[in-house]
């Protein structure tokens, strides 16, 4: 079993920053993709950024390239989202998510933390 907890979020104006971090944690965690993904009152739950846990390759949703920087280090299971130049359509609750069995297919889900960008 893995658990991921999310932590980093909050309020902030826009044109700000907030750096998330998912710690996992279990008996022996080994995930083939990290992910980040956010739901907005009202909308779906959509993909953001996702990170290839060995090769640290990284994959983002256009609407936040250039903006957020996804990034891992492994010693410590730990992800992070650092999230630039925010503005009030990246308000969500941000969750994590882990691929164990196969790339991009999520198993494990955190709980969430709220993301808050004011105007």
């Known amino acids: 079993q893995v658990q991921l907890v999310e932590s980093g979020g909050g309020l902030v104006q826009a044109g700000g920053s907030l750096r998330l971090s998912c710690a996992a944690s279990?008996?022996?965690?080994?995930?083939?993709?990290m992910g980040w993904f956010r739901q907005a009152p009202g909308k779906e739950r959509q993909f953001v950024a996702a990170?290839?846990?060995?090769?640290?390759?990284?994959y983002y949703a256009d609407s936040v390239k250039g903006r957020f920087t996804i990034s891992r280090d492994n010693a410590k299971n730990t992800m992070y989202l650092q999230m630039n130049s925010l503005n009030p359509e990246d308000t969500a609750v941000y969750y994590c998510?882990?691929?164990?069995?196969?790339?991009?297919?999520?198993?494990?889900w955190g709980q969430g933390t709220q993301v808050t960008v004011s105007s």
């Open positions: 998510a882990a691929a164990v069995t196969r790339p991009h297919e999520y198993d494990y």
């Open positions: 279990g008996r022996t965690f080994s995930a083939i993709t």
């Open positions: 990170v290839s846990w060995s090769r640290g390759s990284t």
